[in-house]
């Protein structure tokens, strides 16, 4: 699942078990060695990106 942290950052977790530490050679669950699906972690690249990008802009707003 992607959830998002209290400073606006996607943040991806486990579906089974909700943890959020992830062997990323092998994108399993640390915690309970569920696979995450390709899908999932192409939404939650795209999620950061979109992160990425909007505080990009914050940041240029900000700055005038
Ligand atoms: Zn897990």
Known sequence: MIFTNPAGAPELACDECGCRWF???R?????????????????????????????????KRLRG
């Open 27 to 59: 994108n399993t669950c640390y915690e309970c060695g569920a696979p995450v699906p390709a899908a999932e972690v192409s939404a939650f690249e795209r999620a950061l990106a979109e992160y990425g990008a909007s505080t990009r802009s914050e940041e």
């Open 23 to 25: 062997d990323r050679q």
